[in-house]
């Protein structure tokens, strides 16, 4: 079954440092999302990219915040230099073409610890 | 504005029993879908079920229905013949096509009892 692929699964960075979390959405998707969650609260909606651009984003997306699809099969959200609230488990998900019939598709999620 | 409404942060339920987890949404446009999605205390997001706007019947999928009720606003996630393994965060989410977004609820833990 295909799936959504995240690396790293943890990071550990200092505050200050810039960090890279990469997803593989599944191969026929054409919608990709960044979501995050801080320990034990809501899913939080960071951005959502179309057409190798982003169609959405929230006020969390702010400029230092990034997304990339390089190479038209990973996703990346780069975050400039790390905040300790950053810290929180990012989720990529992709989507089908069909705008309400698709579910979103998860990542096992990226954990992100901000020292 | 708060698009998705999960109004029980926790419930109980014994094992082999029924459960509702309330969910209402707020939306203008007539074209929308609605999902719930599973995350257990392992931290991934697990797709449960889904409802379109359009769609006549309630969704169904095993355990899981989806008590469907447009005028109202609400789509309530029923599991039936609860398991211990059902233990975990539930959140309800809404697709707007117009705007690429899924908004998720806040979420409700379920802790079934043995």
């Known amino acids: 079954e295909p799936e959504v692929t995240q690396t790293p699964s943890h990071q550990v960075t200092q505050m200050g440092q810039e960090v890279i979390l990469r997803c593989v959405p599944i191969s026929n998707h054409l919608y990709f999302y960044w979501y995050r969650q801080i320990l034990g609260q809501k899913v939080e909606f960071l951005v959502s990219?179309?057409?190798?651009?982003?169609?959405?984003k929230s006020e969390i997306f702010d400029d230092q915040f990034s997304v990339e699809r390089p190479d038209g099969s990973n996703f990346t959200l780069k975050i400039r230099s790390t905040k300790l609230e950053d810290s929180a488990m990012y989720f990529c998900?992709?989507?089908?073409?069909?705008?309400?019939?698709?579910?979103?598709?998860f990542g096992e999620g990226s954990r992100l610890t901000v020292l | 504005a708060q698009k998705i409404t999960q109004t029980q942060p926790g419930m109980f339920v014994q094992e082999k029993e029924a459960v509702t987890l309330d969910c209402t949404y707020d939306t203008s446009d007539p074209s929308y879908g609605l999902f719930w999605y599973k995350q257990p205390s392992s931290g991934e997001m697990i797709f449960l079920i889904y409802?379109?706007?359009?769609?006549?019947q309630n969704a169904t999928e095993g355990r899981y229905s989806l008590n469907f009720q447009k005028a109202r606003k609400s789509a309530n996630l029923v599991i039936s013949a609860s398991q211990l393994g059902d233990s975990a965060m539930y959140f309800c989410?809404?697709?707007?096509?117009?705007?690429?977004?899924?908004?998720f609820g806040t979420g409700t833990s379920l802790t079934v009892i043995p």
């Open positions: 990219f179309y057409n190798n651009e982003i169609s959405e």
């Open positions: 998900a992709s989507s089908s073409f069909q705008p309400n019939t698709g579910e979103l598709f």
């Open positions: 409802q379109g706007s359009y769609d006549q």
């Open positions: 989410a809404m697709r707007d096509p117009d705007h690429n977004q899924f908004y």
